[in-house]
């Protein structure tokens, strides 16, 4: 199974906030990954990811950095992230 095809394509760099939302629930069900997974690839904390995925109404909630997601895209291109 080609886990690349069956998972959302990385947003542009002026993405919004919901399309990069969109990527990074792909990525994370697509290689069944955890915060922690996704921390470690991107080079953010746990805490940081875990902001990026709460509700947007909750005040823990933060704004994905267009970098964070450009590593993360990198990161599966190289291969260095698997399916869990």
Known sequence: MNLMATMAVPPSEH???AER???L???IRTFNLTVEDIAKHTG???SSVHGWLSPPESARNRMIPGR???LLAAE???GAVTRR
């Open 15 to 17: 993405s919004t906030q």
């Open 21 to 23: 939302l969109s990527y």
């Open 25 to 27: 629930r792909s990525v």
């Open 44 to 46: 953010y904390s746990a």
């Open 68 to 70: 964070a997601v450009r």
């Open 76 to 78: 599966i291109s190289s």
